[in-house]
């Protein structure tokens, strides 16, 4: 199976992580220490940008919402962006835009945490 | 020796009888002074006999096959001291004299007579058993030939007492006369005893300390030895049986030979003695170590017994061993000898870093035989323990990587010469071993609870599976389920089959194994309750996912979809809870369609949202008309290049298979799925069900 890696972007009021690879059960580990990390240092506004992820599994998806709930009741809130069809099909077959905002763009999605604050 | 089946008991009793007959001879002889030629041959037979006979008895004792080499040697002591002891007594009570004219010699009283029968019977009764401790000795590492020499020893020495006997001759080793023939068989016999004499191989295994005691008994045993023949055996025995004499005068060189030499080769061991013992020391230890370890898999033990071992061989002051773990690239202290708990204590805070990370560099043993002049003299300075010399060898894995260090301290400077580290680096190599085979066995263990596990799991989930399709009239029903190699959690169940009616529910777990196999039972005995009280597919999920939601674990849900098809309207109901799409053939069109209606997985969110979204979509069916449900890892299927199998290939199939039977068309699909994976494993689990009208 190929890798998952993830990078990140710090601005203003936002962070900003980049994935890429396959995020599967083998990988979820990753990213749940990812988003781990950045709630250590109360950060709440997170995008994720799935612009160069392949693929994404039932667990990875799972990741979204086993932070989603603590994240949103300290005020902030995990908004995706860049989704490749593949992977947008992936979310929206399990009904994930009900639950989460999903943007084209990085940008649009970081105008929005702007508006909310 | 041929077993003869005499009663043990009988054996002493035969042996007084015939000792009272040789007595008795020499009381007629001394009185008679008539020479019975013939009656001395008898009498000499009769006295080799009685050796013969208390040979045979002495056999059935224990101490006859002793091989502990501290008994024999006590039991010789304290035969040849009793044989002192017994002799001297009547030879000082009973004042005995004997005319050394002729050959052999005669008792010159009646006192001496007796004195020569009592003299001869202690020979007899303690010599030989002297002889048997000897053999025992000698018998402790036999070597090829040594039953070969004995044999031919025992022959010529025969041989020489018959001969003695005949020709009524000294061994003197004069050559002359009469004792021509006896001397010739005498010095062969002697030749062969020396030659037996040097097989004394026990003094190398007695510790040091034995080896002083036993040169300084030696050598006064060596002296009384050399005394004993002249003063014990020469006149009394020889008087008695010139046969008896012979026989104790070669037994008694023998045991003389064997006694100077065996002395000694225990003097000139002596120097060497101390490092014999040591060898000795570390062989066994080196033994014990790897015999113990290599049934011991349990890793803190086996860092336990590695420490105290070496402790106790290498003598150390204190020994401590520390384990490098990979991941944190950081030793930590896994076991200690010889420190209290404060000192553990200081041990853990002091700088080992820089010795540890020396040795994980090098790879090398380190030593320092004086820490004063070496670059750790402060090391130890914390420590209330003395150390004036100090030693760190790496435990080496198969690969050659660092898993550990086992470090020795030693009060004294030059505490480790090159023996010392030699064993030193042969106890962290077989530790290496211990540790390394222990690792390799937990890691196979965990793998073989983990496929325990997903075995489980596999049969969880293929027991909560239908275990056969429903019949109903009118209706083709067939299944298909490829479960892959971590049970992903596909599910799917029938239910409400009555009137026309068929309720079925098709549903994807998040997660693998054992707990996605859990999900699936919980959501099998909820929606198999439910809808024995809904019949709308959208009431059973709302009520599904108010029931689950709760239970389960944030980031865990089910992707369901929920139908029912009622033949009487020519219906199907379904509302589709994050799943895939139904695919619906319909004849009348000749054409598929998917429906791709609203809803959100179950578990995802507590109702408000979950409610309010979950479309139910009703469409009509006709005769002919086929439905297809299934999980994503059929359209998710993948071959090697990373395409998926997709939804409108199964459309596709499915359509231009329509005239087949449901069983043919999953045949079709089955082919199709393997073609297109070609060899390929499934990463997840695989669900189809087929419904044609």
Not at chain 1, 15 to 40: M, N, R, Y
Not at chain 2, 612 to 639: M, P, Q
């Amino acid at each position: 199976m190929s890798g998952f890696d993830i990078s990140r972007s710090d601005f203003d009021n936002v962070t900003a992580l980049h994935l890429s690879g396959f995020l599967d059960a083998h990988t979820v580990p990753v990213f749940e220490d990812a988003i781990q990390g950045l709630l250590k240092e109360n950060i709440f506004n997170i995008i994720v940008n799935m612009q160069n992820l392949d693929y994404i599994s039932s667990a990875g998806l799972g990741v979204f919402m086993g932070f989603i709930e603590e994240i949103r009741e300290q005020g902030g809130d995990i908004k995706l962006s860049n989704l490749s069809s593949k992977v947008y099909k992936v979310f929206d077959l399990l009904g994930f835009p009900a639950l989460f905002e999903i943007f084209d763009d990085e940008n649009s999605a970081k105008s929005k945490f702007g508006h909310s604050k | 020796m041929k077993r003869i089946n005499i009663p043990k008991s009988f054996l002493p009793l035969i042996i007084g009888v015939l000792v009272l007959i040789t007595l008795l001879y020499d009381v007629l002889k001394f009185y008679s002074s008539v020479s019975f030629t013939s009656w001395n041959y008898i009498n000499e037979t009769i006295n080799i006999l009685i050796v013969v006979l208390y040979y045979l008895y002495l056999r059935t004792k224990p101490f006859y096959n002793e091989t502990n080499v501290q008994k024999n040697l006590k039991n010789f002591i304290k035969l040849l001291a009793l044989l002192y002891v017994t002799v001297f007594s009547f030879k000082l009570i009973l004042k005995p004299t004997f005319t050394a004219a002729i050959f052999p010699q005669q008792p010159e009283s009646m006192i001496a007579v007796v004195y020569s029968n009592i003299a001869t019977l202690a020979a007899i009764l303690l010599f030989t058993p002297i002889l048997i401790t000897l053999k025992n000795l000698i018998k402790y590492k036999r070597k090829k030939r040594t039953g070969l020499y004995f044999s031919i020893t025992l022959i010529f020495a025969l041989a020489t007492v018959i001969l003695t006997v005949v020709f009524v001759a000294p061994l003197d080793l004069s050559f002359q006369d009469n004792a021509l023939y006896n001397n010739i068989t005498f010095s062969v016999t002697m030749i062969f005893l020396v030659i037996i004499a040097t097989r004394n191989s026990w003094i190398t295994y007695l510790s040091r300390r034995e080896k002083i005691y036993f040169s300084i008994i030696g050598m006064v045993l060596v002296w009384l030895i050399l005394k004993l023949f002249d003063i014990t055996f020469k006149e009394p025995v020889t008087a008695h049986s010139l046969a008896l004499g012979a026989l104790a005068n070669i037994g008694w060189i023998f045991l003389s030979i064997y006694s100077v030499m065996a002395t000694l080769f225990l003097l000139l061991q002596l120097p060497t003695a101390r490092v014999f013992d040591r060898k000795m020391r570390e062989v066994n230890s080196l033994y014990d170590l790897s015999r113990t370890i290599s049934a011991e898999y349990d890793h803190d033990k086996l860092v336990h017994m590695v420490t105290d071992m070496s402790t106790e061989v290498i003598e150390s002051t204190f020994t401590w061993l520390e384990l490098y773990d990979v991941v944190l690239q950081s030793f930590k202290i896994g076991a200690y000898k010889n420190l209290n708990d404060e000192e553990i204590f200081i041990l853990r805070n002091m700088k080992r870093s820089i010795i540890n990370d020396l040795i994980l560099s090098t790879k090398r043993t380190y030593i320092t035989n004086d820490i004063h002049k070496s670059e750790f003299s402060n090391l130890f300075d914390n420590l209330d323990k003395k150390v004036g010399s100090f030693a760190g060898v790496p435990l080496l894995n198969s690969k050659g990587d660092i898993i550990g260090i086992l470090y020795s301290a030693k009060s004294a400077i030059l505490g480790f010469d090159p023996d010392d580290v030699n064993l030193l680096e042969a106890y962290a190599s077989q530790a290496a071993i211990a540790l390394e085979n222990a690792q390799l066995l937990k890691i196979s263990l965990e793998r073989e609870r983990m496929e325990k596990e997903l075995q489980i799991a596999r049969e969880v989930q293929r027991r909560l599976l239908p275990q056969k399709t429903p019949e109903i009239e009118n209706l083709q029903i067939d299944t298909l389920t490829i479960t892959a190699y971590e049970v992903g959690g596909d599910y799917y169940d029938f239910f409400n089959n009555n009137n026309g009616n068929l309720g079925m529910v098709i549903g994807d777990v998040s997660g693998k194994g054992t707990s996605a196999a859990f999900y699936m039972a919980e959501t099998k005995g909820i929606i198999q309750s439910l809808a024995r009280n809904y019949l709308s597919p959208k009431d059973i999920l709302i009520n599904t996912n108010k029931l689950l939601y709760t239970s389960m674990e944030k980031k865990s849900f089910i992707s369901l979809l929920a139908a029912n098809i009622d033949l009487n309207k020519k219906s199907l109901t379904f509302a589709r809870a994050g799943h895939c799409p139904i695919i619906h053939f319909n004849s009348k069109v000749n054409d598929t369609s998917m429906f791709k209606t609203k809803g959100i997985a179950v578990g995802l969110d507590s109702g408000q949202i979950f409610d309010s979204t979950l479309e139910e979509y009703r469409i009509k069916v006709h005769k002919n008309d086929i439905i297809a449900f299934y999980t994503d890892g059929l359209s998710e299927a993948r071959a090697a290049n990373g395409e998926e199998f997709g939804e409108e290939r199964l459309c596709k199939l499915i359509k231009e298979n329509s005239g087949l039977e449901v069983k043919a068309l999953k045949e079709v699909i089955i082919d199709n799925i393997l073609g297109f994976l070609d060899g390929q494993n499934l990463h997840d689990d695989l669900t189809l069900l087929l419904i044609k009208l």
